[in-house]
């Protein structure tokens, strides 16, 4: 193959995701039809299979019912709720990102696209958001890592505890990786701290702390200007002004 059919190639599969990408995100923001979430477990330990094998979609259900309640919240119109859907685990791990550079992140997108391509059907994800939930062994003092959701290709690799005591948390984090796809920015600085006042769940009624929620993308509920609490749950969260604004609503 010439070098100018090589670059006429790869430039034409650039065209080709390029063209996907932009139609999958005008399409997900459509406010009439229904979003599809596809969950894709994945056991990382042989401790978190068990568990893995055992999840159901209404696991999930909640993740549902709090982004149809504060679409609706902000639309001022019902809006058909989420579909969330679990499917068959799979059992090969995602790449993880290796580097923090533009070039890595691009990398990284191609490698994940590539996973995803090869693990989910084709035709059936166009348009879905599908989201690979990662379960690890509940080990005390060792963090887990850093989930992700990406908007080009409406990708997440989330990050979680194989723990029945974790559901509801998982749940919180697995919905702002969702957001994340749908094109929400975090709202916390580089501390971990909620920034003010798009990080704040009641922004508005001139007492900054304590905060008895969280807005979800910020994912913690300040207490005070340097203490802040993770929340136990979904109940525990809001959808903020800006978050809104940027997934469509």
């Known amino acids: ?13 650039f065209a080709l995701v390029a063209s996907v990408t932009l139609w999958e995100r005008v399409w997900v923001r459509s406010s009439g039809r229904t979003l599809q979430v596809a969950i894709y477990p994945v056991a990382v330990d042989a401790p978190s299979a ?12 909640e993740i549902a019912t709090f982004v149809s309640s504060e679409a609706q919240r902000w639309r001022k119109r019902t809006a058909p709720p989420p579909q ?23 990398q990284y997108s191609l490698s994940l ?52 005591g974790q559901r509801a948390q998982n749940n919180v984090v697995i919905t702002h990786e969702l957001l994340h796809t749908l094109g929400a920015t975090d709202k916390y600085s580089a501390d971990g701290q909620p920034t003010f006042p798009e990080g704040f769940a009641d922004y508005a009624s001139g007492r ?3 905060q008895f929620q969280a807005e979800i993308m910020a994912g913690r509920i300040p207490i005070s200007q340097n203490e802040a609490r993770i929340p136990a749950n979904l109940t525990e969260t809001v959808v903020g002004y800006k ?6 609503w």
């Open 243 to 248: 978050t809104a604004s940027e997934v469509g």
């Open 84 to 106: 969330v859907m679990v499917k068959q685990s799979i059992r090969e791990l995602p790449p993880l990102p290796t580097g923090r550079g533009q070039w890595d992140a691009i």
């Open 208 to 210: 900054r702390y304590p």
């Open 50 to 61: 068990e568990f893995v094998a055992r999840l159901r979609p209404e696991d999930f259900q």
């Open 1 to 13: 193959m010439s070098r100018n059919l090589r670059v006429l190639v790869l430039l034409s599969a």
């Open 113 to 164: 696209r590539w996973y995803a391509f090869r693990h989910t059907p084709f035709w059936e994800s166009l348009a879905a958001v599908r989201l690979f939930v990662l379960y690890h062994e509940v080990k005390y003092n060792e963090p887990l890592p850093h989930s992700l959701g990406l908007q080009k290709g409406l990708l997440g690799v989330v990050h979680v505890f194989a723990s029945d």
